[in-house]
């Protein structure tokens, strides 16, 4: 069982920028795969970052490629997320998720251990 703790949501304008943590209660093995969902108010929860591969390996879907970038600390067991550029549409609940290594990793239904997630409201 891993335990997932998020951290850094808030509030922020526009253009700014915004750094989330998931800290993970063990070791992020080469057979985990970590991502970050998002669930906007009254819509679907999407990926907007997977890491897996000893953080050799990433993936963004196109609405936030070239503004977000997932990274991996193994010393501290913790997963960041930094989001530049930052527009309203990213407002959302994030999420932080892990699972074994196999198959899509932006696919909700394949993960098994989940945060509580952490607000982001970026306004206009």
């Known amino acids: 069982q891993v335990q997932l703790v998020e951290s850094g949501g808030g509030s922020v304008q526009a253009r700014g920028s915004m750094r989330l943590s998931c800290a993970a209660s063990?070791?992020?093995?080469?057979?985990?795969?970590i991502a970050w969902f998002r669930q906007p108010p009254g819509k679907e929860r999407e990926a907007v970052a997977c890491i897996w591969n000893g953080a050799r390996s990433t993936y963004y879907p196109d609405s936030v490629k070239g503004r977000f970038t997932i990274s991996q600390d193994s010393a501290k067991n913790t997963v960041y997320l930094l989001m530049d550029s930052l527009k309203p549409d990213d407002t959302a609940k994030y999420y932080c998720?892990?699972?074994?290594?196999?198959?899509?990793?932006?696919?909700?239904?394949?993960?098994?251990?989940w945060g509580q997630g952490t607000q982001v409201t970026v306004s206009s």
């Open positions: 998720a892990a699972t074994p290594v196999g198959g899509l990793c932006n696919r909700e239904d394949r993960y098994r251990f």
């Open positions: 063990e070791t992020i093995s080469r057979g985990l795969v």
